[in-house]
């Protein structure tokens, strides 16, 4: 056990030991899931033979009991733990989502119940505050200096408001262009805590925007190539997928192709090579971009000129273009060099 897992541990216990009752350290153990998982009302009630009412009013008596034991200072293992936890969140920013913290202080991916003592313990210190998870906010710990629950909440509401106003992801320096926070981690730190937002690649968005928070193969593609900025083989978008930081991305080569060939965002540029459609590329055989070529000139061009604009929008061999100049249904020859629409 590492040394702030056994101040941890010892405030937890530190903090039990104050609660004179049997029966109300149990309640308070499972209720937070110190030993295990976190418990119900009705489950402690009928383990307990006492309602769920009861349960509720008896847990509210205990925290109460064990404010005004840590106001008064009368546990002596909380300080070192309050210490522990104020430090991390200081170089975390302040505030920090409960796992977040845990993991930090722990050095590792924690367990349930080893994250259920730093909520326990910041449940009733004076020093800590806490963001009760909703379907707007992840668990959350912040200093108490820093605001309470109520004041982290609407600084995160603040930064999700300018992110829907802006319509589009934000990097922190953009988001800190308009916030008045004394450093961009500040920003990433009340951000973390929301669940209406997501981060990719060093940008924020709504967590309901495919850019940042993609759930499908079609969306990570785009999000990889809107990255790349540039065309790439459907291999190496695969690949690209594998080593990103998507929380799925263990896909098939084969299944990246076929979304491809499927969504209308992709354009086959070359063979196996794609690009967006955003970026100016359309749909169609090398005899249709060189149809469209074409009609959009006020006069015949010339082989070169041709093979010039196709290049310009497909990645193909030029022996490729020029055979399908060679379809007299479509294209007319002019003179010794040129080409127009039969």
Same mark, same amino acid.
């Given at each position: ?63 109460? =009991?064990?404010?005004?034991? !840590? ?43 080893? #994250? ?6 910041? +449940? ?14 992840? +668990? ?14 609407? #600084? ?32 990433? !730190? ?7 937002? !997501? +981060? ?37 978008? !695969? ?72 290049? =310009?929008? #497909? #990645?193909?061999?030029? +022996? ?23």
């Amino acid at each position: 056990m590492n040394q702030n897992a056994e101040i941890l541990k010892n405030a937890t216990n530190g903090s039990l030991k104050v609660i004179e009752q049997d029966r109300e350290r149990e309640i308070i153990s499972r209720r937070f899931g110190l030993t295990g998982n976190r418990e119900t009302l009705e489950q402690i009630g009928e383990t307990l033979s006492i309602t769920r009412e009861r349960v509720r009013q008896l847990e509210k008596a205990i925290l109460i =009991h064990l404010q005004i034991c !840590a106001e008064e200072g009368e546990i002596a293992e909380l300080a070192p733990a309050e210490k522990i936890l104020i430090r991390n969140l200081t170089e975390m920013g302040r505030v920090a989502k409960l796992s977040d913290l845990a993991n930090k202080v722990y050095g590792k991916e924690t367990m349930m119940s080893e #994250r259920a003592g730093i909520y326990f313990i910041a +449940t009733f210190s004076q020093s800590l505050t806490i963001v009760e998870e909703n379907d707007k906010y992840y +668990t959350a710990v912040g200093i108490a200096d820093y605001g309470d629950s109520l004041k982290i909440r609407e #600084r995160v509401d603040e930064i999700v408001g300018i992110i829907h106003k802006n319509k589009q992801p934000m990097t922190l320096d953009e988001l800190d262009n308009k916030l008045n926070y004394e450093h961009p981690d500040h920003i990433k !730190a009340v951000a973390s805590i929301s669940k209406l937002l !997501a +981060t990719l690649n060093g940008v924020w968005g709504l967590a309901k925007w495919p850019s940042v928070n993609p759930k499908n193969i079609r969306d990570k593609i785009f999000v990889i190539l809107e990255a790349k900025k540039e065309p790439m083989h459907f291999s190496d978008i !695969a690949k690209e997928i594998k080593e990103s930081n998507f929380k799925r991305k263990n896909v098939t080569v084969q299944a990246i192709h076929n979304e491809l060939i499927k969504d209308p965002r992709f354009i086959l540029i070359g063979r196996g090579i794609y690009a967006l459609n955003s970026w100016g590329y359309k749909k169609g055989t090398i005899s249709d971009i060189i149809k469209s070529i074409l009609e959009k000139s006020d006069k015949p061009l010339t082989r070169e000129e041709i093979v010039k604009h196709v290049l =310009h929008v #497909r #990645r193909v061999k030029e +022996t490729t273009i020029l055979l399908n100049l060679q379809n007299k249904e479509l294209f007319k020859k002019v003179g010794r060099n040129s080409y127009t629409l039969a």
